[in-house]
């Protein structure tokens, strides 16, 4: 087993340290002005990377961030471990019953909140490919699909705290968008991961129709009869382990597990996490304070290198292209407020509330970031891209509430 040497031991908790005190400060700031966490988290990464410190102090952040580094290696690592535990706690957000108790209004939101931006988002790119930056020796049809599932998700965690803080959570309006929020993302992400098992970014071994299967059958399985098990196995658990240690470290196994089985078959980890954390969250015996706990854990450690990490990567200003943001600003609002808001309106909400539910779905926050980033490290988009999605992210993520809150006449 290999180890890193002194210096670089140094060089990572060096590394490690200034991104969690900075990302804290500017997350802190952040919400002072009522944003999220993680726009100050992301600004924190612009602050020390190429954008800002590369350009006023190339030397030092070459120094503080080397291209190639052992310690490099184990921080992106870490990024990858800390993307894998975001999708697992959005998964914890996810419930069934909420889903199964709105029918036939939710069902019809999530289908038009689906199809209607995904129609949009792959329209335009496959028509207009080089407009939209398609990545070189991409194919324009996986390109566009890529861009239509960019389009169509959502990001559920944002969605549900906008809703509690406008005190709309329990509503009958509130609780449609959180269950058509998740069946988007759940049906997003599992056309994501088929998009990277086409572009063969998988187990060699093994052929599309099998990793469709098996991934198929892996979140069926695990939805059903693995929900079914783990929800009498946590009675067990709760009493005879550790509070909270026991449940915290059995959730993180069975979280890595699944993201192994599902990277091991050509579907990102990402996935199996998620599909693990509906299957845990959605029982009765994981308590809203064990939840809590987790999220706790991994929104103030995991998080914050993960979101500060994107700003490592990629110069904000030298791929800004204003025209390509405008175009995907444009594409995401009008195809997620048309689309959900239609959906809702069919089921019999009101003009206004459609409307609503139409701007709240329209939130990205951290899912599309990871989303764009996992696109960018498998060539199937290029930099520009990748900045005009975490811009349109945060735009859409710090705009719902406000919107949300104007159209309903909320004090």
């Known amino acids: 087993m290999g180890k890193l040497n002194h210096s670089d031991v140094v060089h990572l908790l060096v590394q490690l340290g200034i991104m969690l005190i900075v990302g804290r400060i500017l997350s802190e700031t ?19 990377g190429p954008t800002i410190l590369g350009m006023i102090q190339p030397e030092w952040f ?32 996810v419930d069934l019953h909420i889903v199964w108790q709105q029918g036939r209004q939710a069902l019809s939101t999530s289908f038009f909140g689906l199809l209607i931006p995904f129609s949009i988002g792959f ?5 207009f490919p080089d407009f939209f930056g398609i990545a070189p020796g991409q194919q324009p049809i996986i390109f566009a699909l890529f861009m239509g599932t960019a389009m169509a998700i959502t990001a559920l965690p944002v969605i549900v705290r906008i809703l509690m803080d406008l005190n709309l959570f329990k509503s009958k309006m509130g609780m449609l968008v959180v269950a058509s929020a998740m069946v988007d993302d759940l049906i997003g992400w599992l056309i994501f991961s088929v998009i990277l098992s086409l572009i063969g970014k998988g187990n060699d071994n093994m052929s599309f129709l099998s990793t469709l299967f098996l991934t198929l059958s892996f979140a069926i399985l695990m939805l059903t009869v693995g929900r079914s098990l783990l929800n009498r196995a946590l009675p067990w658990m709760n009493k005879k382990l550790a509070w909270p240690g026991g449940i915290l470290s059995i959730s993180l196994a069975l979280c890595f597990l699944g993201a192994a089985f599902t990277e091991y078959i050509g579907i990102h980890a990402i996935f199996g996490a998620f ?70 309106r069919l089921g019999g909400f009101s003009l206004r509330e459609s409307l609503a539910a139409g701007f709240g779905m329209n939130a990205r926050g951290a899912m599309e970031i990871i989303l764009g980033l996992v696109a960018l490290e498998n060539k199937l988009i290029n930099e520009k891209v990748f900045v005009s999605l975490v811009i349109m992210a945060l735009i859409t993520s710090m705009v719902s509430g406000p919107m949300m809150k104007w159209v309903l006449k909320l004090k």
Do not use: C, W
Not at 78 to 91: H, P
Not at 123 to 127: Q, V
Not at 292 to 301: D, G, L, S, W
């Open 123 to 127: 329209t335009f790119p496959y028509l």
């Open 30 to 48: 952040a919400r002072k002005f009522k944003q999220p966490a993680v726009v100050g988290e992301i600004l924190a990464g612009i602050l020390l």
């Open 62 to 93: 070459e120094t503080l961030y080397p291209t190639s580094s052992d310690s490099g290696i184990v921080l992106t690592g870490l990024v990858q471990v800390a993307a894998v535990m975001l999708l697992f706690i959005a998964g914890l957000e």
């Open 275 to 344: 599909i693990i954390g509906i299957a845990l969250g959605d029982s009765e015996h994981f308590s809203e304070r064990a939840k809590e706990i987790v999220h706790q854990f991994i929104n103030n450690i995991f998080a914050p290198l993960f979101f500060i990490s994107i700003g490592l990567r990629v110069n904000f200003i030298a791929n800004f292209d204003l025209l390509l943001t405008l175009a995907i600003l444009a594409i995401a609002f009008a195809g997620k407020i048309t689309g959900s808001g239609l959906g809702a």
